[in-house]
Every structure is written in structure tokens, then in C-alpha cells.
């Protein structure tokens, strides 16, 4: 067989290599020159280097070794010969391997100078936070993998956990640390031997860093990439309030232990860093003290300002430390070049600090490690600055959520109300989902629910207005479709694509009945008594924003036990489902939790909005959900009393009799006096301006209500009548012997009401 043979190999050299043509336009497609004499005794294969080998036997400057079959055989099982050191790659001071090199590697025979061997990593060859095949990630340590922190893992010795050369190799003792002389512990880190050690670490450490969302993980994920691959120990500190964005801190400069990480005890036989005073020390989070406080011009200022990472051998950082860990309290640090302090800083100022340890069996720490704590610290800070100003947005945008929807739901009578509100995720907490529930004179209450297209912030300010709007155009008292009409005014107002769906109730506990206007919105669902649920055949409308189009109202009935269930399609609607498949869904749902409390018993409001979200399965959360339900009681007709009365002089003695008659009739003698006090009043100061019959009603429920309706829009209002004045003390009283009282305006008029706590 023909010895010459081309062969190809990947380079990262820009440089060409040594006996190549450099125009050669084949790249790194190099001839292997004339075998070498084999007279002498077999070498191993040289990989990276482009200098003649200087054994006896080797091939003239120029040629290239290559591997004798046999050769492998014939050497010794652990004696191998150093690699001499190519050019630009560096010498460890120690006298070790160069940078890039494995300890035992024996180089593919094809290898032309200047090439990279494979499994080996030139110097420049991998940026921080690039993937790299065979890459070693904190914490993983794979047979034929170098540990970013130590030298080569062979495969693993049956019946043990570690690495076979690490422990006794055919019955040998453990093999010695090149650069320490102490024999390899299993299980201890050992140093980075390689620039490609440190480059993998920064890539990986720098990756789990990123992957933290908010503060905590971040400062996790530094230190869990930290120990024990690159220290055994690290203390991080961090601006107390921290900054948030282009804020200016006010006050002097706190920091605050954040977290302290360190190797387990049980690994930890050499002792450490733990204050003298503790004999055994578990934690490191004894090391330092909670809060420091930096003084201008201290050292630990200073160090802050360089912002570079420094040894704390250095005398600047040896003055530094007593301010960080405490001044208060004697502590064994390592000595030399076994600690690093790492300033965080963020995008505009200092925010905190990182201290990296390592222990007196280990070795020091070198000068390239000051750029890994560098890189470490310069990923961290950013982090925690983009983390702290994301949560704040998510603070406002929960708040602004918040603030848009009621805190707490009315008490209105004749009706119970419960809620619910899911947003379409964690991360974004804002939508245009929005539900309300607002009380109307005469005791009726205006249920509503909408949904505004999108999930952004502009989606949730949208759907404030609008319900802003609802609001006012509900306290006037105008019908269902006349408060669509109006809404969908206001959203052609806002912008041309301001699209919403609607759906507005108003719900009568004297006469159980319910109006119902919709605006593209999903129909309601009303679950009888019996366990009957229906959906209600109300014209579905164009969505509110379209403009130009008429709603149309119907009027049902409202049966008391009945519940009415009104929602958004993100409770109906996803990718599995469509809406008409979403409502029967619910539907059944409602039928068969009422089948669980009987014929003759509702089930409870807050249970069976529990039950309805049940029904969402782990795919269908696509969109915000705004539930309301509302459970029909009405007022019974004997618990009404209702009259007109005419605009004379005798209505307010009339309105005082028919009063005590109710009283009486009712068991409530014990209100008769206060009762006939406020009517009176009331009735009076309807008469004195009304040109039409006035009304007067009474209800009895968990209160005693009054309501008194006349055809004036001007709404009466409490001022603190003068000596002199004849008039003017009637809402004064009112105001200070009832429970609650207001006025509200009416297309046709006004009504004044108040309420009397019962017995």
C-alpha cells in the first residue's frame, strides 16, 4: 500500500502552515511527506508542532512522524513523551503541558504541522459562550472529557464512581497532581490546566446565567456555576434597594448578602474559610456580615470603583475585606492569590460585589482567572439589572391589571356575585379581559363582561376606558342597547382598531326579570334550580369598534335560585376547540355540578366557578379569562311596597301613613319613628318640585330600603344649613340617621334612596 496519502484536517490558524504552499487554494489539504526511518525506537506522533523532532530516529525539519504499526504496542503503557510547544500556544508556568494539550493524547498519525489534532483546542478557538462538541458543563463529567476544572475523566472503574487514573490504576496508588505533588482526591476539583478549560466554563457559566429570569435565579445560577468547578466557595453582595433602570439611588451605598454558596461539609476535609470561633462550620453563610455599608473613600470604595476584579493579596482589596465580611469579627481567609473580589457592575453604576474562594489544598488562583471572574461578574450584573428592571415592568403591569378590574364586588340586593380572573400567562399578566357589576336604582344591578382584542399593555388601557365608560353610561340609567351604542362610540373615538366584544345585563330582583344586550361577545349560560342549564338565545350583535350598527336588547326571565353564568371566549375557545364546542363543554359542566347538590340546593358560588375553570386542560389556556356568575334571589312581592303619590301638600303626611302600615304589617314597629322621620323629609323635597306623580317604595330584606322617584334631574346635595335658614336640614338628617343614602339620575328623572339596619 501506498504510504503517501493526502489528508484533510480543521484549522483555526490563519497563519499557513509550515510546509505548505500558502496560495495553495485546497487550505488545510497538506501532503504528508517520506516516512521517517524506523530504524530507531518508535515516538509517538507529534500533532502540533511544525519543529523536527529532536529523538533519535525522527525524520529531517521538515517531515512529519507517523505512527509504526506496532509502536504502541511496543511502548509502555503510561510512558509517553511530552509534545513540544507550538507556536502560540502558551507554557503553563508550572512546566506543564502548553494550553490546549491533553495529558495522555496520542494524535491521529495523518496530522500535517500546524494542524489541529483531534480532541484537541487551539488557543482562540472557542469565543466565551460558544457550543463546543464534547463541551463539559458545571457539574457533568463524561469518560474521555477534560473537567473544566482538572484534567482528563477516563471511563469509569466498575464498582466505584470514579474515573479510572484518578484512584489506583491496576493497583497503583493514586496518581500526583502535576502542579501540587499531592495525590488526586476523588472527587476534588482540580485546577483549569488550558485556555480551552476556561473558555468552555465561561461559555457554559455564562449560559446558565442568562437562563435566569428574575433576581434570584440569576444569582443561583452564578453561583451554582461557580462551586466547585472555578472556587469552592463564593459570597455574593448586592445593592441595598438596587436600582431600578436609569433610577439615581439616593442615600449612602448599602450591600447586603444575597447568597452564599460553598462545597458540602462532607467534601470539605481540609477546613476552609469559617470564622476561627466555630470549630465546625457547615455553612458559609457564617463568613460576613448581613449588611455593610460602604463609606466614601474607604478601601472597599475604592476597589468598588476600579470595577476590574482584583486578588485580595493585593493591599487595596486586604484593607477591603474586614468592611465587606465585618470589621467586628476575626475570620481565616486563604492566603495568596486564593480569593478574588469581583465588582458587579450594571449598565450604569456598581450594584454589588462577588467574592470567590478557594481553599489551601487547592491551588491558587493565576492571572487568566481574573478574567474569567470578570466575565462571570460582567453576565451577573447585567442579568440582575435586566431582571430587576423586568420585574418592575411586571409589577406595573399587574398593578395596571389590577386597578382596572373591582377590588371587591358589590353587595346588591336579590343577587350574589362571585369572580374569576386567569391572565394568558405569568409573563404577561395584562389583557383585555374585563368583568364588572354595577348597582342601579330601584335594586337592580347592571352585570358586564368584555373582552378587548390583544394582550398588551395598550389592550388593558383600552379596556379601562371602556369600562370607565360602562360605568357613567350605567349610573344614567340607560337601557342595555343604548349603553352598547354608546361603547362602541367610544371605541371608534380611541382608534380605528380598537375592537371589543360586550355582553350587558341588568337584572330586576322585584319583578326577576333580565335585560341582555350582546356585542359579539359568547352567549351566557343560566343554570336553573333543578340542574337545567340553557343557553340564552340572545342576537349576537357586531363587536363593539365596528360602528354603524344597531343592537337589539330581549328581556327573560330571571327565576330566584337561578345562577347566570357570563365569561370571555378564553374559557370556551382554544386550539383544541372551537366556541360552540367550548359552550357545550360548559354547559354540561354546569348541569352536572348541579346534579351534585341536589334538586332543591344551588350550588355555591365560589365552588362552582372553581368547577367551570376545571374544565380547562393543560393545552387550552390561549387567551385571558374573565368569569362572572351571579346567583338570582329576587325580593318575594310580600317584601315590596310600592305607591304614587301626588305633587300636593298632603303627600308627605299620606307617605307617612302608608309607611307605619308597612312597618306594622312587617313586624318592624321598632323603625316607625325614624322611618316617618326620613320619608317625610324625602317625600317633601320631591313634592316641592315635581310636576308629575312621585313614587315611593319600600323594600325588606337584609335591610330596610326607602326609595322615592320624581321627575326633577337635579340630584339633591348636603350642605350645612345656616340659623337663620328655614329649610335645608332635611338630607342633614337623612345623612345622620340612616345606614347609607345617595341619589342617582334617571332618564325620566332622579331617585333619592337610604337604608335602615334592621331591629
Known sequence: MDSTRVTEHPTSFDRPSTGGDPTDPRGALLRTPVPPDTSGPALPAQGRTGRPPTAAGAGSPGTFEHAQPG?????????????????????????????????????PADTASGDVAAGDVAAGDVAAGDVTPGEVTPGEVTPGDVVPGGGPAGPLRPGSGEPAGVADRRGQAPEPDRRTGQPTVPGRPTPMRRDGDRLRFVGAATRRIARGMDLDEIVMGLCRATVPTFADAIL???????????????GPLVLRLRRTDRIPAERDTEGGFAPVPQPEPTELETVGAELCEVRPGSALAEVLRGVRPVFTDTPAARAALPELLGEERDFSLPDGRRAILAPLRGRRRVIGAALFLRGPERIAFEADDLLVAAQ????????????VLYGREAYIADELQRTMLPENLPRCTGVR???????????????????????????????????????????????GQLRTTAQTLA????????????????????????????????????????????????????????????????????????GGVDFEAVELDAPAGATLLLYTDGLVESRLRDVWTGIEQLRERLAATAQLTGPDHPPPLEALCDEVLDMLGPGDRDDDIALLAARFDGIAPSDV????????????????????????????????????????????????????????????????????????????????ARATDEGGRGLY???????????????????????LNRG
Open 641 to 720: 311596597a310600592y305607591w304614587f303619590l301626588e305633587p300636593e301638600d298632603a303627600a308627605p303626611g299620606k307617605a307617612r301613613r302608608l309607611a307605619r302600615r308597612a312597618l306594622a304589617r312587617w313586624g318592624m314597629e321598632d323603625l316607625t319613628d325614624s322611618v316617618e322621620l326620613l320619608v317625610s323629609e324625602v317625600v317633601t323635597n320631591a313634592v316641592r318640585y315635581a310636576s308629575k306623580p312621585v313614587t315611593l317604595r319600600l323594600l325588606r330584606t337584609d335591610v330596610l330600603r326607602c326609595e322615592v322617584g320624581d321627575d326633577v334631574p337635579q340630584l339633591p346635595r348636603l350642605r350645612q
Open 236 to 250: 455574593v453582595y448586592l445593592r441595598e434597594p438596587l436600582p431600578v433602570g436609569d433610577e439615581r439611588p439616593t
Open 417 to 463: 356575585l362571585a369572580s374569576r380572573y386567569l391572565p394568558a400567562a405569568e409573563t404577561a399578566r395584562v389583557g383585555g379581559d374585563w368583568y364588572d357589576a354595577i348597582p342601579l336604582p330601584g335594586s337592580r344591578v347592571a352585570l358586564v363582561v368584555g373582552d378587548v382584542m390583544g394582550h398588551s399593555m395598550t389592550s388593558a388601557a383600552i379596556m
Open 376 to 387: 462571570l461578574a460582567t453576565h451577573s450584573a447585567l442579568g440582575i439589572d435586566k431582571a
Open 71 to 107: 509502536a504502541e504496542q511496543a511502548a509502555e503503557p503510561d510512558a509517553h513523551r511530552p509534545r513540544p510547544v507550538s507556536e502560540g500556544v502558551p507554557v503553563q508556568p508550572d512546566g506543564g503541558q502548553p494550553a490546549g494539550a491533553r495529558s495522555g493524547d496520542v494524535p
Open 475 to 546: 349610573g344614567l340609567d340607560l337601557p342595555p342597547q343604548e349603553v352598547l351604542h354608546h361603547l362602541d362610540e367610544q371605541a371608534q373615538r380611541l382608534g380605528t382598531d380598537r375592537m371589543a366584544t360586550c355582553l350587558y345585563a341588568v337584572y330586576d330582583p322585584v319583578t326577576h326579570r333580565i335585560t341582555v344586550a350582546n356585542a359579539g361577545h359568547p352567549p351566557p349560560v343560566l343554570l336553573h334550580l333543578g340542574g337545567h342549564a340553557e343557553v340564552l338565545r340572545v342576537p349576537a350583535g357586531a363587536p363593539i369598534g365596528v
Open 733 to 755: 338628617l337623612v345623612n345622620r340617621l340612616a345606614r347609607r343614602w345617595g341619589a342617582t339620575r334617571l332618564s325620566t328623572g332622579k331617585v333619592v334612596w337610604f337604608e
